[in-house]
C-alpha cells in the first residue's frame, strides 16, 4: 500500500486573514482558491447546500504538505472557544525552515499569539543520532498550534 498525506485541512473563521497569515509567515502560496456548495455527504460538518471558501496553500513541495483553509460562509459557524493548552483531539503542525527568527518577527507583525520565542532544543532522532534545533511554537489566527523548527548541522 503507497499512502501519502497530501493536505489538512483546517476549519477558519476567515480565509483572507488564514491565507495572509500563512502566505506571510511561513511564505507559502495559493495553489487552489475556490467557492464550494457542500453535498451533505463526504464531510461531517454542515449540511447539503452549505456554502464554502476552500483555499489550499502549499509549501515547497508541489505535491505534499499542502494546507486546506475552509471557511463556511452561508451559513457561518459558531465561534469556538479560545485554547490556550491542548488536548485529545487538538492538532499540533510541525514545520521545518531554515528562518526560525524570521518566522517568529512575521508571527509578531502578523499579531499572532506566540507560545514560545525562538529557543534551543535538542532530541533524539529516528536514527539514535541527536537533532540540534531552534524552535519557535505559534499559535494561528484560529488557534491551531504551529512548531517551526530550523535544524543545525551536527
Not at 495553489?31 to 483555499?55: F, M, N, R, S
Not at 451559513?75 to 499540533?92: C, F, H, Q, S, W
Not at 534545533?133 to 499559535?139: R, Y
Request: net charge neutral; glycine share 10%; aromatic share 10%.
Amino acid at each position: 500500500m503507497n499512502t501519502l498525506v497530501k493536505r489538512t485541512t483546517l476549519i477558519v473563521r476567515s480565509c483572507e486573514r488564514s491565507l495572509a497569515f500563512y502566505r506571510d509567515v511561513f511564505g507559502m502560496t495559493v495553489y487552489y482558491d475556490d467557492q464550494i456548495e457542500l453535498g451533505g455527504v463526504g464531510l461531517a460538518a454542515g449540511k447539503k447546500g452549505d456554502k464554502t471558501h476552500l483555499v489550499i496553500m502549499q509549501a515547497q513541495d508541489p505535491v505534499i504538505g499542502m494546507i486546506g483553509l475552509l471557511e463556511f460562509t452561508e451559513p457561518r459557524l459558531p465561534e469556538p472557544a479560545r485554547r490556550e493548552r491542548l488536548g485529545i483531539g487538538d492538532l499540533v503542525f510541525v514545520m521545518q525552515g531554515d528562518d526560525a527568527q524570521g518566522v517568529y518577527r512575521r508571527a509578531i507583525r502578523f499579531g499572532a499569539r506566540i507560545h514560545a520565542p525562538p529557543h534551543a532544543y535538542h532530541v533524539r532522532g529516528a536514527q539514535g543520532q541527536t537533532l540540534s534545533m531552534t524552535t519557535v511554537s505559534v499559535w494561528d489566527p484560529d488557534d491551531y498550534f504551529i512548531e517551526f523548527n530550523q535544524r543545525h548541522a551536527e
